[in-house]
C-alpha cells in the first residue's frame, strides 16, 4: 500500500512557475514508476509527465520543453516542475504510482493515487 500527498499548488499568472510536490509513504526506488496527471472542470482526465524506474520521462505535447518531472529517492518525493505557465495549465493535478509491473505503466494503469493539488493559472 502507498500513500501519496501532493502539495505546492497556488495561484499564479500566466508566464510563472509552480513546483509540484508528491511525498511517498514508501520508497520511490521501489515503483516501475510514478506520474503526474490532471483534470480540469468538463475536461478529460489527462496525463501530463511520467519517470521510470530508469528514469526514463515522459511528456504530454502540451508541456514538453515547459515542466519537467523528477524524482528524489533520496526522501521519497516526485516532483514536477512546471515553467511558463499558461491558462490552459489550470487543472487539479494528481501524483500517481505503479507497483506492480512495468506494463501497467506503459498502459498508464496507475494503481495509488493521491487526493490532488490545485494549480489556477490566471490570464
Known amino acids: 500500500q502507498v500513500q501519496l500527498v501532493e502539495s505546492g499548488g497556488g495561484s499564479v499568472q500566466a508566464g510563472g512557475s509552480l513546483r509540484l510536490s508528491c511525498s511517498a509513504s514508501?520508497?520511490?526506488?521501489?515503483?516501475?514508476?510514478m506520474g503526474w496527471f490532471r483534470q480540469a472542470p468538463g475536461k478529460e482526465h489527462e496525463v501530463v509527465a511520467t519517470?521510470?524506474?530508469?528514469?526514463?520521462?515522459t511528456y504530454a505535447e502540451s508541456v514538453k520543453g515547459r515542466f519537467t518531472i523528477s524524482k528524489e529517492n533520496a526522501n521519497n518525493t516526485l516532483y514536477l516542475q512546471m515553467n511558463g505557465l499558461k491558462p490552459e495549465d489550470t487543472a487539479m493535478y494528481y501524483c500517481?504510482?505503479?507497483?506492480?509491473?512495468?506494463?501497467?505503466?506503459?498502459?498508464?494503469?496507475?494503481?495509488?493515487w493521491g487526493q490532488g493539488t490545485q494549480v489556477t493559472v490566471s490570464s
Open positions: 519517470i521510470r524506474m530508469d528514469a526514463t520521462t
Open positions: 514508501r520508497a520511490t526506488y521501489e515503483m516501475y514508476c
Open positions: 500517481a504510482a505503479e507497483l506492480r509491473s512495468l506494463s501497467r505503466c506503459y498502459s498508464l494503469n496507475f494503481d495509488w
